[in-house]
C-alpha cells in the first residue's frame, strides 16, 4: 500500500505494508532511532511522536493510519524554539535528560506548556505518573518543568510586547 | 509463508461507511486501534483480512449537546470529550476517561472504542453503563438508539452492516459521584457509585463494579432497598445493604479472591459511610 504523509515537514511517501507500525517505520525506513518503540503496549513513552501537532504512541499506530497526517518526530521537535525552552528548563534545574527519554518527555510537557501558563502540582504529577524514567520522580525534574514553562511565558509575552 | 496484508477500506462519510460495511459486515472497524494493537504484541500485527478505517468520517467525530444529553461520535477521541469540560462532564465519567491513561493514548483512544472491546469491560463502561447511556446503531437505511445494557447483551453484538455511530450520555443531576480504580492486573478493580440526595433522604442510588475481564457486579437488589431511606444511613441499614452485596459476590463470582472479595465489600461499605445528607 502506498501511503503519503508529512514527516518533520517534509512530503513523503512510501510502499508499505498497511499495518506495520509507525515507530517501525520511522526507524528502519527514514533512520529517525530518537524514536524507540520499547513495550509495543503504549507504556513506556518512548516513542512518542506529534501527530497533527497531538502526542500520540507510533508503536500503536498502523501506516494506513498515518495517511496525509503531519508526523514530527523527536528529531523534528528538537531543533525548534519550543524544545529548546523545555530543553534550557531542565538543564538549569540539574535534570539532563538522556537521548531516549527525550520523546517521553518532551512531548508530554511540550503539551501541558501549550495549554497551561503555570502548571500546578496536579499537572506535573500527571507528566511524572506516565513517565517510566526514574529520575522524573526527583525534585530536579519537576523543578525543570517549572523553569520550561517560565523560559515559554517570557517568549509569549515578548511576542506580545512586539 | 507470506501472511497477505490487510485490505483497508477508509471511508470518507457515513454513507460510504455503511455501504462498505454492508458489503462487508466482517471487516474490522478501526478508529483509535489502541486495544487492538496493544493486544496485538507481533512486530508487524497480525490484522483481519478486512479493515474499515473510520478515523476519516467527520460524522463520527461530533460533539454536541442539548439541555438534557450529551452526543458523542463514535470516532471522538477521549482526549477531545475531555476538553468539552470538567463542569459539563459528569464528574465520574471525567475520572473515569482521564484514569484510561497518558494523553498520548488518550489521543488515539475513542469512546466508541472503549465501549465495543468484548473481550473485557474497559474504564468507561461501568460509568456509562450506570449514567443510562444509550448507543444509536446505524446501517444502509434505518437507525435505532439501544441502551448500553442491551448493547452489550447482544449477541451477536451488533447486527449484519451495523455500526455504531454515537453515545449519548443524559444529564442527570447525580449529586454525588465516586468512581475509583484500584491497581490493575489480576486484582484489580473498577467502582463507580452515584446517588441523588433529596434533603435527608437517598431519593437515587445505583453502583457497579468491574473486575478484569467481562465481569460487571451490580446488585439491583440493593439499589432498590436503599431507595428512599434517611441519611445518613442506620447501622442495620447498612449491613443489610453490605449482606446483599456479599450474597451476589459470592452466588456469581465465586472465582473471586477473598482479598478481592473483602476489597469489594470495604468499598462498599466506605460508600455507604459517605452518604450523609447535603
Known sequence: MRISFHLNGRHVSINTIPERRLADILREDYGLVGTHPGCYKGTCGFCTVLMDGNPIYSCLLPAFAVREKTITTIEGFLPTREAQEILKGFQEAGCLLPEYVLASVLFPVNSLLETTDIPDEEDIEEIIRYCHWGPSRSMAFREGIIIAAKFRNRRKRRGKRK | MVRESSHIYVPRNLGELLAIRKIRPDALLFAGGTYILKDNQEKVP????????????????????????????AAVSIN???????????????????????????????????????KERMSAYHVLLLMDVKIELRRTGSSRWIPLQRFIDLEPLIENGEVVTR???????????????LQDGKDGLTYCALASRQKEVLSAFTFSFGALGPHVIRSREVESALLGRKLPL?????????????????????????????????????????????
Open chain 2, 80 to 118: 477531545r470529550i475531555l476538553h468539552v469540560g470538567k463542569h459539563l462532564l459528569p464528574r465520574a465519567l471525567w475520572d473515569a476517561l482521564k484514569g484510561i491513561g497518558p494523553p498520548a493514548l488518550l489521543n488515539q483512544a475513542t469512546l466508541g472504542g472503549n465501549l465495543c472491546v468484548r
Open chain 2, 167 to 181: 453515545i449519548r450520555i443524559p444529564f442527570t443531576s447525580w449529586d454525588f459521584q465516586i468512581y475509583r480504580r
Open chain 2, 46 to 73: 497480525e490484522l483481519p483480512r478486512h479493515i474499515i478505517y473510520l478515523m476519516d468520517i467527520d460524522e463520527l467525530k461530533r460533539v454536541s449537546r442539548t439541555e438534557r444529553y450529551l452526543e458523542i461520535g
Open chain 2, 234 to 278: 442506620t447501622e442495620r441499614d447498612k449491613q443489610q445493604a453490605l449482606l446483599g452485596l456479599r450474597q451476589t459476590v459470592e452466588r456469581s463470582h465465586r472465582d473471586f479472591s477473598s482479598f478481592r472479595k473483602d476489597r469489594i465489600l470495604s468499598i462498599f461499605s466506605s460508600t455507604l459511610d459517605m452518604l450523609i445528607p447535603e
